[in-house]
T-cell receptor, first 118, second 114 residues
Framework: AQSVTQLDSQVPVFEEAPVELRCNYS??????LFWYVQYPNQGLQLLLK??????LVKGINGFEAEFNKSQTSFHLRKPSVHISDTAEYFC????????????????FGQGTILTVHP | NAGVTQTPKFQVLKTGQSMTLQCAQD?????MSWYRQDPGMGLRLIHY???????DQGEVPNGYNVSRSTTEDFPLRLLSAAPSQTSVYFC?????????????FGPGTRLTVL
């Protein structure tokens, strides 16, 4: 079975500073990787995804992530954060090439709360 | 499109009561899932469905039932509520299409069991 570990439960940062949210995964087979964001009292919104191809993936709101197969990591980065980026961020995986039976089954990390201070 | 809708937004139950959380999507997605979100644990999969008439268990299925009689609807039933089921519940849907598409999430139902 696959698992996801987000290495930081909380990350405080000042506005306009860079940020990296760390995510490691474990799986015996190939996976697709995702980052979701959850603003307070809202549902989850997809930031970006890695399915195949270039290991550097760009998403919405200036975020990007790099897939590193050898280190089984998918860290999320933003060069300059805004107050509006304050939210909880979730890394998630789904089995790749497992046919349709895997598509409803995301496995999530524990979440990282990003707090941007003025 | 309304996307994924969930009702109710909030619910308080007493231990032992039963209820159904409603989920509907208007995107003609094949796949639908229920997750629960608890602090420090991320989201965990309760049940999922790959199409009408087909459901299967996820990571934490105990105490919950689902059925999928139509493509659009995927209700989650709590048979006899327990305080351990206090959580925020999210429904999601997706379509494989030509590859894997993202899961779209509803706004959530916040459930408290006293």
């Amino acid at each position: 079975a696959q698992s996801v570990t987000q290495l930081d439960s909380q990350v405080p940062v000042f506005e306009e500073a860079p940020v990296e949210l760390r995510c490691n995964y474990s799986s015996s087979v190939s996976v697709y990787l995702f980052w979701y964001v959850q603003y307070p009292n809202q549902g989850l919104q997809l930031l970006l995804k890695y399915l195949s191809g270039s290991t550097l993936v760009k998403g919405i709101n200036g975020f990007e992530a790099e897939f590193n197969k050898s280190q089984t990591s998918f860290h999320l980065r933003k060069p300059s954060v805004h107050i509006s980026d304050t939210a909880e961020y979730f890394c998630a995986v789904i089995l790749a090439n497992a046919g349709g039976t895997s598509y409803g089954k995301l496995t999530f990390g524990q979440g990282t709360i990003l707090t941007v201070h003025p | 499109n309304a996307g994924v809708t969930q009702t109710p937004k909030f619910q308080v139950l007493k231990t032992g009561q039963s209820m159904t959380l409603q989920c509907a999507q208007d995107m003609n997605h094949e796949y639908m899932s229920w997750y629960r979100q608890d602090p420090g644990m991320g989201l965990r999969l309760i049940h999922y469905s790959v199409g009408a008439g087909i459901t299967d268990q996820g990571e934490v299925p105990n105490g919950y039932n689902v059925s999928r009689s139509t493509t659009e609807d995927f209700p989650l039933r709590l048979l006899s509520a327990a305080p351990s089921q206090t959580s925020v519940y999210f429904c999601a849907s997706s379509s494989a299409g030509a590859g894997f598409d993202e899961q779209f999430f509803g706004p959530g139902t916040r459930l408290t069991v006293l």
